[in-house]
Each structure stands twice: as C-alpha cells, then as structure tokens.
C-alpha cells in the first residue's frame, strides 16, 4: 500500500481520555522513540503489546513502560495508567517481575561482577514499588537480611545493599519488625566518619525502625546514643546531617517512659542546641528535609514546657511563693520588706493581681500554669530595669488606662503557647522552623520577654483602657504571628519587625486592606449577588415609602409661577390621589390641611423635571434667564396643559419631591439622593446579613445540590 493510500487518524482534541506522547525503546534497541496516541480506556497489557510490536520485540510480557516521576523512573501500573501527559517521554523497559528476577538470580549465583552490577541496580529500581513487590516474592528480603549478617560487603556494594534495604522500608515492603537484633547492630555498626553514604543509609535505616517498630526501640537506643550522633551534626554531608537530626527527633519521639527523661535532658542541652545552630540553621541553604527535621526538633523542645503550662502554681511550694513574693519586691524595689499587709495588698493591685490577698490564685488557671510564673519571674529577675520602667510607666497613667499587668503577662504566655503550638504533634509535612530559637539560652523565656514589652507598647499606641484588654491581645498576637512569618534570625531581629514594620499604626492598615480585599471578593460570590439583588429590591421600597410620606407631611416650596413668586405649603392627600396646596399666611405655623385651597389630581401630572420649564422651540438668552436657570432646586410639575415652576429649601428636598411624584407616575426613583440612599441602606443591609461571615471566604460559586436519595423509605426509630 503506498504512502498516499495511508489514513492518519487525529485524536479528538476534547476526548480526555486520549493523550499525546512518545515512548523511546529499551536501550539495545537503536531505533528514536515512538510517538503514541496513549488511550487510557485500554487495558496497560494491549499498549505495551502495541509499542512492543512497533519495535519488533516478540515477548511482550516480559516489558513495561516506566513514566518520569520526582527525577525517577516508575512502573506504570493499571492502576496509574491514567496519570499520563501530554508531551511525556515514557520508557519501554524489562517488566517489574523479569527485572526482580535477573537481579536476584545475580544476587545469588552470579560472579562477584555480575553481583556488584546487581547491587547497583536494586539500589535503584527497589525505589519502585512494583519491582519491590515482586522481589519480595522472590524472598529477596531474606537474602539482603542474611548478606548484612554476614557482613562481607564492603565500600560502594554495602552502600547499595543499605540502600535497597532501605528503599523497601520506605516503600513499606518489608515490615521494620522483621530486622533482627543482630541486623540492626550491625547496621548501627557501620555509622562512621570514614564513610558518609553508608552512614548515611545507615541513620536512615535506623529512623525508619525506631518510628515503626516499638519493640526495636531499646535495640537501637542502646547501639546509638546521642553522645554517638552528636559529632555527625558537624558532618560536611547535609544528608548525613538530616539523617542524624531525624534520628535524635525519632528517639525521643518514641522514648519509653524510663529513657523519656534522658532524652528530654538531651535535646534541651545548650550542647546540641549550639551544634545546630552553628552547623545548621546558619547554613546559607537548608532542604525542605532538613527544614522538617529543624521542625520537629522545635516542636519537641517546645512540648517540654507542656508539663508546666498544664500545671497549677502549688500554694504550698517555697519555690513558687518566693518567685511570686519576688515580682513585687523587684517591681517595687523592695529590699527591706516591713509594710502592712494593707499596702502590700494595694501593691499587688498596683500589679494587676485579680487575687491581692492571695496572688498564687491568679496563676490557677491551666494553661499557662506555673509556666506563666515562670516566666513572669524571668522577666524580673534577669530584665530588672525593664520590668520596673514598665510597671511604673503604666502606674504614671489615669486609673482608667492602666494595664493590668498580672493578667497581660498570664494571657502573653497562654498565646505564645498556642501560636508555637506548645503540647501539640509534631505535623508530618511542615518545615515552619524559627532560626531564633536556636540560636539563645533561655529562648522561650527571652520570647516572651519580648512580647510583654510589645504588649505594652501596644497598649500605649492604641490608648486602651480595661475594657479594651481582649483587642490588644488580638492585635499582639497578629504581630507576633506576622513578626514570626519572616523567620527572623535572632530575637533582635524580631523585635526590631514588631517594633517597626508591624507597630499597631501598620497593622491597623493592614486590616484595613484585608477587609477590603476580603469585601471585595466576597461580593463576587453569586451567593452575595443573589442576596444583594433581593435586598436591593426591599430598600428601593422603603425609600418609596419614606418619599411618599415625606409629600403626605408636606413642605414649603417658592411658587415661582404665580407673579410675586409667593412662598406656598405643598401637601398630598394620605391616599395619595391628590396635591393640596395654599398660601401661608403665618410663616411661623404648619397650615392645616383644609385651609390647602388649591387642588391638582395626581392622575392629571404628565411629568416632573429638575430645572426651569422650558417651552419647545423656545432659546432663551436673557441675562435674567441665565440667573434663573442656575438655580440647583428649582424643578417643575406638568400637568393637562399647564405647569408650576417650585423652588425649594435644598438640593436634597427637591430630590424628594421629584421623586415623590416619580414614584406617583410609576416610575423608579432615580435622583442622585435615591441613588446615595439605595447604596447606603443596602451596605447596612448587607453588613448586618453577612455578620456572621466575618472573615470568612465565601465561595464564588454556590456548592452543588446533593442527588436526591435513591428511595424516600427513611427509617427513624
């Protein structure tokens, strides 16, 4: 059949199901890649039946097609035979299993060359978790257990051999449980300087068992101290240096209680905490792995001030009563302590304790517990001069502005608490590390610190008084949790942010812009649209109604078509039918209703416009006429075939008139006051309806109705 005689068949460009790719051959087949019209409809076994055939390959069954994925390679499956692209280049390559089967079969009886090659190649393809099952089949497993007993692997072989062990741990294809004591020893054994990738495989073998098997913990604590780990954090390999911190976090993640406390000991060193930040978190770029790890290490440190802050100040401790007693002598600068207890009554006052004959009882509360004491005892015990400026700045001001600061510095400490998640688990994915916490002593307690001077700083800036206490808090902790977001290096650094770039002046604007962005997106939500579109229908009615009423009650307005231009009363009739209106003969007074001679029947009114009548046909160009014609409330009423030309008070009164009497003749107000009345009321409305949505992010499409059920045959008991 010639070429011409040949029908190339396009894909529908709108059928989802039909992709556009190439497939390139094994590598002994020289041949450029295939490009393939991928239908994901058919089964994975008739597509690589059809590739194998283009390229003259007769055992189908033995190949599979590898796709591209986070930089490796992986075994399409039938059930990911759907994840295709257009424009991927896929791989015709051995099938899982016949690969599973050449690499164990060189494992076993192979030459040492053949062997080493073998090793080489699980380390990479056991990453897949196709070629894992089937080697798991093979009691492949078993194999690389006994070859890691026996220990006869040495350099770049037991690398790889570590490394397939340990690329079937991660792929969940071999249960940790099932590494002996021995192997684990063994494993633990090869962690050493003299050989980084191996060491590396080795951490990260270990990680994997401490975190999923219990029963090994003891095992491995035993073999691999922390004093052991410690100089691996100053390792020149990052990878051996994540591996070492993942493997700290996972001891004292899964610490039994007897070791618990060892390893809590551990991480809260000044030791380990100075190996990371110098050899770490100054690093100039640090990986999302090391990032997490970083993480992690944080959230434990953090967790072992969970004890304290669920703990209640204990009345009978000489410890917490001396650190209590202590807050007001240094508050005060009291040395020699002889007042009454009257006055030392009024000086816990002073300090804002709710509880003055008994000040323990304000720290009853958990959390923050004793840790709130704590702290407070921090702050006057190692920043003296600044807890004494503020207590005594804030006593200077009126009785009515003063920070109640017991109740500040218990609030600040229940707030870092939840903005640093103190007690909370470890989250599997985050990398939301704080450099400053490694890199001081007494971190927490320097923290708050800093947020207490912020408080007061707050507290002065926005002039609050008592009863303002629950909106300086929020706005702190909006700082605190702005300030934090840009992973500020030191606590200079932080202080130096909130102290500037968030100082409540910014923060307030901020707001501002926030609320106006949130405003507008919600206002495109058709939900929004359809609730303005009913509310708008109801305002226009009310102010129908208040523009009617405003004619009922009536109105003095300047008759301009009568020859002295009288000044006249303009009232319509309660059913609305009639416009009554009569000269005033005492300017003082309302005239009443039946003095209101002069009648003109709403039904005869033909029109009503701002401005002077003008007659058709008719130009003006009288100076005279130019003055008049500039006059803002001067409107006129047509009515059979004559006119009256009014002049009212205001711009705003003639608006009601007009459109008063639009309203009569049928037709929407549409002054510009009406306009300014319907956007005003209805931005009330509309704020009062979406109060409870405050912020909130309203979906810009309402969410699909639900099926109806199958039956209606309900049963309820």
Known sequence: MSASNLKIVEPDKKDQHIFRLAISPPQHIVQPPLLHVWDVRKPLSEIIKEVTDHYGITNADEYGIQIPEQGEDRYITEETRANVKNGLILKLTTAPWKEAKDIFSALKSGSAGHRSDALEKLSISAKDTSFGAEFVKLKGVEFLISRIEEGKEKGDELCWLLSGMCALMKNGQIASGALNPTVLKKVSSYISPSNTKVTRVSLSILVNVVMNCPDHFLTVANEVTLLLLLPYLDSTDSGVQQECLSLINALCLKATEEKKKR???????????????????????????????????????????????????????????????????????????NKKPSMVADDWKKLGFLNPLDPAKDFENTPPGVLALQCWSYLSNQHTESYTQMVHDNLGRGEEYQCPFAKACIAVTESICKILTVGGEPDSSSTNYHPMFFAQDESFEEFFYHCIKLFHKTWKEMKACNIDFPKVMSVVEEQIREALALQPMSLDQFWNQVHTRFAYANIKEMRKLKRISQDENNSKAQAVLDLKRQLTSDVMELIKQQRLNFLVKGGKLINRSVKNKLAQYFQLSRNHKVLHYGEIRDSTSIPSFESLKEKISVSEITNVAAGKYQTTGRVPSSKRHRSESNVENLFHIEYKDKKLELCSESVEDMSMWIDGFTILLGEEPSSHQARLDVEYLLGIEMSIHLLDTANLIIPQEPPPIPPPPSDYNFCTD
């Open 263 to 337: 390893f809590q000991e551990r991480i809260a060193s000044r030791e380990l905490r100075v190996a990371l930040h110098e050899k770490i978190v100054r690093a100039p770029a640090i990986q999302a792995d090391m990032a997490h790890s970083l993480y992690v290490f944080q959230q434990l440190s953090f967790n072992l001030l969970h004890q304290r802050c669920i703990t209640k100040v204990d009345q009978n401790s000489e410890i917490d009563q001396e650190m209590i007693s202590n807050l007001r002598k240094n508050a005060f600068a009291t040395e020699n302590d």
